[in-house]
């Protein structure tokens, strides 16, 4: 049943308008989309946005929490775990796996990929504009994620973090 949704998803509730909460003729599309497109993941909290554009591929292994969000264009994958009340900017990518680079007798296209890793993004977290997210990063509760930083490593909770690599700029 999943990939009748996924197809729905693809075909028709990925490409609606981008929404605004401020404008209510945007809710029916709002919760048309995140309707359909929960309907793929895994797990979908209450009262969750998956906005225009989002990709998840085919949702499995991702789990999204209450009051929280994909953002605009937006690229995840699973295994990844996103807790409530999480706000994500648009174009941001999460990876969970990457190439295989061990091996130097052989291309690093010809050796597949690493197992993938699981990204944990607790409760109460702000991720901004076009942030990359790499395998294996827990983000900390409360924490904020500063435009077009790159996580490499784990995020302490109520931290602001910023760059690439990302670090801790401050406390909240």
Not at 54 to 62: K, S
Not at 117 to 137: F, N
Not at 146 to 171: N, Y
Request: glycine share 14%; charged share 20%; hydrophobic share 40%.
């Amino acid at each position: 049943m999943r990939y009748f949704w996924l197809m729905l998803y693809l075909g028709v509730a990925r490409w609606l308008p981008a929404t605004d909460n401020a404008i209510k003729m945007f809710a029916p599309i709002r919760r048309f989309r995140s309707f359909i497109g929960g309907k793929c993941l895994d797990k979908v909290g209450r009262n969750v946005n998956i906005e225009n554009g989002a990709n998840f591929g085919t949702g499995v292994g991702i789990v999204l929490g209450d009051n929280s969000g994909l953002g605009i264009k937006s690229k995840v994958r699973g295994p990844l775990e996103i807790g409530r009340d999480v706000m994500m900017g648009p174009d941001v990518i999460i990876f969970t796996s990457n190439h295989e680079t061990t091996r130097t007798d052989i291309p690093m296209r010809g050796q597949g990929g690493t197992q993938p890793r699981k990204v944990t993004i607790e409760d109460d977290v702000w991720i901004g504009a076009r942030v990359i997210i790499l395998p294996g990063v827990t983000i900390g509760r409360g924490s904020i994620i500063a435009a077009g930083a790159v996580v490499t490593k784990d995020v302490p909770s109520f931290s602001i973090v910023g760059g690439v690599p990302a670090k801790v700029i401050k406390s909240r």
